[in-house]
């Protein structure tokens, strides 16, 4: 069974700094596509990053980022930990949101940023303002 537990969310200042963190199980992180996906009150899931694989195809470990965090959002993996990060650096009121970790063992890459491609979710942790 494919479980994912986040942590590392919290209050933050504008300019401030938080690492997300993703322990996976149940399934061979390293063979997987990985995500984080964030959600406002009221508003779709938006995807924030994402670590591909796909044996064989282009996007073979590549990552992603919206436009929205490039610069200052970093997605990152330890295979050896079995856990994906999200280093957020030069955080925004805007990016107080739940944030989820989320999980395909293959799909449509190129939409990377869909949250409809994955299929194993996390619980997600809370990122917010504090200003």
């Known amino acids: 069974e494919v479980q994912l537990v986040e942590s590392g969310g919290g209050l933050v200042q504008p300019g401030g700094s938080l690492r997300l963190s993703c322990a996976a199980s149940g399934f061979t992180f390293s063979s997987y596509g990985m995500s984080w996906v964030r959600q406002a009150p009221g508003k779709e899931r938006e995807g924030v990053a994402a670590?591909?694989?796909?044996?064989?195809?282009?996007?073979?470990?590549?990552?992603h980022h919206a436009d929205s965090v490039k610069g200052r959002f970093t997605i990152s993996q330890n295979n050896d930990k079995n856990t994906l990060y999200l280093q957020m650096n030069d955080l925004k009121p805007e990016d107080s949101d739940m944030y989820y970790c989320?999980?395909?063992?293959?799909?449509?890459?190129?939409?990377?940023?869909?949250?409809?491609?994955?299929?194993?979710w996390g619980q997600g942790t809370q990122v917010t303002d504090s200003s």
């Open positions: 989320a999980a395909a063992s293959h799909g449509s890459w190129y939409f990377w940023y869909r949250p409809q491609v994955y299929d194993s």
């Open positions: 670590i591909l694989t796909g044996s064989g195809s282009l996007y073979e470990g590549s990552t």
